[in-house]
């Protein structure tokens, strides 16, 4: 009998991501490891994580914390946050209502917003902007609307911001220290945000995953400090990045218990909980070694300062960095290509990676010669991807 009459055609589906193709950071990397490049693409760190949160995830694993977590977070990471938050911020979350434990920082950023956003509601972003964002506004049915940051401080725009609030307006995204530029918000800018969102319904969700990788003395404007924000703010910060371990992928949510309410019901359907062993280590590293995050700014500084004067030897010219451990560089003195391209040429012909700025916009500005490196690394990839630039 012929199988060619009851055959069905196999069917194609319509993407619900039309935009979206493979990331530019596996596409990077894949070059890194192809060209044998050295990689100063994807941001994270090529050194190890403190030893003391290493033993304390064996000795989890050792003593059986090995099966799901509850749902929210293990009780005693939530106490942890909460006192690590009043001590930073001066407010305590409750450990209860409005501490979620997620699965990094990208998860909480993709529940918040499925928590609030609903079909043809509108999602301000600021320009350029993580790629994750606008995926997860349009796979719940919502809007991006981009806003550019200014192209050479990076600073907001507060009158641009206002003007594009309108009566679909759901939820406003803002990050700080902020990637990729590494610009930070400051006094003023919580005052403007303050007024801006103040008897409106909008939703603020601050991505904060950077927070304490700040330099020269300054403070990180959290949203947490503010009472009228933390109102109807989701809050998100990233264990990976504080602790040198992003593969782990532990972050957490703060928000009041009506937004972390509606936050739980989607991160139950997503992830449910979050790698359990960790969740006892970093309990443990944030009361033992508080001195980790409270100095972590300083930490930083010393690479940042190093690899600022090493820029000055090649032809790249480093903008400014208040936070964060991503160094921008303006490359119009070596080429005329646009940055993805020319970020290929730097993987493929002189064996560096570096991150294209113009996956990160909607509309990416017209003749930006920008790239993104990152100096969270060992002194020895730092020195050898220096060398490999003075010779452009």
Partial sequence: MSTNASARPVPTPETKLPKVGTTIF??????AADHNAVNLGQGFPDF?????????LATAMRDGHNQYAPMSGIPALREAIAEKTERCYGY???VDAEITVTSGGSEAILDAIH?????????????????????????????????PLDPHTFAPDWNLIRAAVTPQTRMLMINSPHNPSGATLDANDIKQLTALLRDTDIYLLSDEVYEHIVFDGARHESVLRDRELRERAFVISSFGKTYHCTG????????????????????QYNT???????????AQMIR????????LGAFYQPMRDRFREQLLTTR??????????FQLVDYSAVSDLDDAEFCRWLAIEHGVVAIPLSPFYGTPPDGQRLVRLCFAKSEATRDAAIKRLEKL
């Fill in 26 to 31: 596996t596409v990077m990397s894949q070059l």
């Fill in 48 to 56: 190890d994580p403190p030893e003391r949160l290493v033993e304390a």
């Fill in 92 to 94: 305590r979350p409750d």
């Fill in 115 to 147: 928590a609030v956003v609903r079909p043809g509601e509108e999602v301000i972003v600021l320009d350029p902007c993580y790629d994750c964002y606008e995926p997860a506004i349009e796979m719940a049915g919502g809007i991006p609307v981009h806003v």
């Fill in 248 to 267: 782990w992928k532990v972050g957490y949510c703060v928000a009041p218990p009506a937004l972390s309410a509606e936050f739980r019901k989607v991160h």
């Fill in 272 to 282: 449910f909980c979050t790698f359990a062993p960790a969740q006892f280590a970093f």
């Fill in 288 to 295: 033992e070694e508080p001195e980790h995050y409270l100095e």
């Fill in 316 to 325: 790249f010219k480093p903008l400014p960095v208040p936070g964060g451990y």
